[in-house]
């Protein structure tokens, strides 16, 4: 009897930390306000094709979950973006 009231409490515990998890992980975007496309392209190096940049950022903003207005050139993967 207590074997399987062990394993329920571990399945609970671990279906608990699944679904926070993420929340827990992900930082906060408060210090990247939103920019517009004409901004993020101002913020990245000299002569960088536009059409690829924005387009890169339409990727990195679908994949990782985050709003595409909050995505700047500058911010790193793992620390800003929660990668």
Do not use: H, N
Not at 1 to 6: A, E, F, Q
Not at 29 to 35: F, R
């Amino acid at each position: 009897m207590l074997v399987p009231m062990i394993a329920v409490t571990l399945i609970v515990i671990g279906l608990a930390l699944f679904c926070y998890w993420p929340a827990v992980q992900r930082p906060t975007l408060d210090k990247w306000p939103p920019i517009s496309d004409d901004e993020f392209i101002a913020r990245c190096s000299p002569g960088v094709d536009r059409q690829r940049a924005l387009k890169v950022r339409r990727i990195v903003s679908e994949q990782l979950g985050v709003d595409y207005d909050r995505v700047y050139p500058e911010q790193r993967f793992v620390e800003d973006l929660g990668a």
